[in-house]
């Protein structure tokens, strides 16, 4: 077996001679030299920095929920406002990192119509493994939103069913407090009977129209908690039903991956098997040519022999 050489010194020596003829000054000659050292690094392209920038903006996503998670989460530290106003900033970064995710798929997609060629086939293999990868790009970015996206999802979970937690006390604090009132409105006879000799007729009359409209407004009061706790509840299982329809989705997406890589895999089939019969047909060919010249030569030999005898 042969030894193998190391010529890049060689090669260095060659490329150093060559700028000294050229007449290249001391500093492109060290600038050249210095490019064996140090190579340059490769120029990303737009699909590359947008899905980078992408990237960074679910890491800054994320950082986001984590520093703001016990001022969403903890009702003491901060106001409904504040809180309503983390979830409005959350919402909106969610969007535009969706809306970049989209635009990537829009490319690959462009990219994809543009590299097909006759019959739909793709023209290139390379062209088909790099639209591959972009797919893979794509949905791991699409990973990473989901798993920021269900971090808060479960934030809002909590903060609405503390929100339940504390509104059930208070409805049946109202009850009791509505019981009490109706049993205290309500004396015996013979106090009644004290009162009416006491007070005066108009003071009663006043006093009775002021206990009904007490009444309408605990019974209203009473109707507006139902109904914000049935809004809450129905809140929760909104945000339980959009973590579950995004889990859904997250596994449709590796579906649709597992899909076209078969697809992938099925046009690269196709292409052999094209290949395959292209050269069935050259050798059927040959041996159709071979065959004839074969009995042509058989038959003119046994035409010599039986003119020879």
């Known amino acids: ?29 060290a600038a050249i030299m210095a490019s064996f ?24 996503l994320e950082q986001f929920i984590l520093n703001h998670r016990k001022d969403y989460v903890e009702m003491h530290r901060t106001s409904a406002q504040e809180r309503d106003s983390i979830e409005h900033e959350v919402t909106a970064f969610i969007k535009t990192c969706k809306e970049k995710i989209d635009i990537l798929q829009n490319s690959i997609n462009d990219d994809e119509a543009n590299s097909k060629g006759w019959l739909g086939l793709k023209e290139d293999s390379s062209s088909a493994d790099t639209i591959a990868h972009k797919h893979g790009v794509v949905l791991i970015l699409s990973e990473k939103l989901h798993s920021v996206t269900a971090q808060f999802d479960q934030m809002r979970a909590i903060r609405f069913q503390d929100a339940i937690n504390r509104a059930m006390p208070r409805r049946k604090l109202k009850r009791e407090t509505v019981s009490k009132y109706a049993d205290t409105s309500n004396p015996n006879k013979s106090d009644m009977r004290e009162l009416d000799e006491i007070q005066p007729e108009p003071l009663t009359v006043q006093q009775q129209l002021l206990d009904d409209e007490t009444r309408a407004l605990q019974v209203e009061l009473t109707s507006l908690l139902d109904a914000v706790q049935q809004t809450e509840t129905k809140m929760v299982e909104m945000s339980a039903l959009n973590h579950l329809m995004s ?34 047909i050259r050798r059927n060919t040959s041996s159709r040519t071979f065959l004839l010249l074969f ?7 046994i035409l010599f022999l039986d003119w020879y005898s």
Do not use: C, W
């Open 1 to 29: 077996m042969a030894r193998i050489r190391d010529r890049t010194e060689d090669f260095k020596d060659v490329v150093r001679h060559t700028a000294v003829s050229l007449g290249y000054d001391e500093s492109k000659l």
């Open 37 to 60: 050292i140090i190579h340059k690094p490769r120029e990303r392209s737009s699909f590359a920095k947008a899905a980078l920038k992408t990237l960074e903006s679910i890491g800054a």
């Open 247 to 280: 889990t859904h989705i997250l596994h449709q997406a590796k579906q649709i991956e597992h899909l076209y890589e078969q697809a992938v895999e099925a046009t690269k089939n196709v292409e052999l098997g094209n290949k395959e019969l292209s050269q069935a």
């Open 295 to 301: 009995l042509f030569v058989l038959t003119f030999s």
